[in-house]
């Protein structure tokens, strides 16, 4: 039984930083491209950031382009989210996704596995 488990969300001021991180199990990590979303109220929910299966080559949307950074540590089976000079339109709840073998590019529609997400509040 595959399964992603987010943490690290949080209640956080304009400008601070937190670490998200995702812990899977049940799967071949390494062979998964793994992906971040968000999904704020009222909004679909959208590509952050995803770091393909064979390490190197990320994503980012242009929202968190240079305050975000995404990296994974095969050997722990885990993907990490180190988000910096945070602002209160980041304030939503984040998923984990993972993807056989995916693209960084690839659409929500692509990703097979989900966590339950985890929430992050950014204060002004």
């Known amino acids: 039984q595959v399964q992603l488990v987010e943490s690290g969300g949080g209640l956080v001021q304009a400008g601070g930083s937190l670490r998200l991180s995702c812990a899977a199990s049940?799967?071949?990590?390494?062979?998964?491209?793994m992906g971040w979303f968000r999904q704020a109220p009222g909004k679909e929910r959208e590509s952050v950031a995803a770091?393909?299966?064979?390490?190197?080559?990320?994503y980012y949307a242009d929202s968190v382009k240079g305050r975000f950074t995404i990296s994974r540590d095969n050997a722990k089976n885990t993907v990490y989210l180190q988000m910096s000079s945070l602002k209160p339109e980041d304030t939503a709840v984040y998923y984990c996704a993972a993807n056989l073998r995916g693209d960084v590019g690839a659409g929500i529609r692509n990703y097979d596995y989900w966590g339950q997400g985890t929430q992050v509040t950014v204060s002004s």
């Open positions: 049940g799967l071949i990590f390494s062979t998964y491209t």
């Open positions: 770091i393909i299966w064979r390490g190197g080559n990320t």
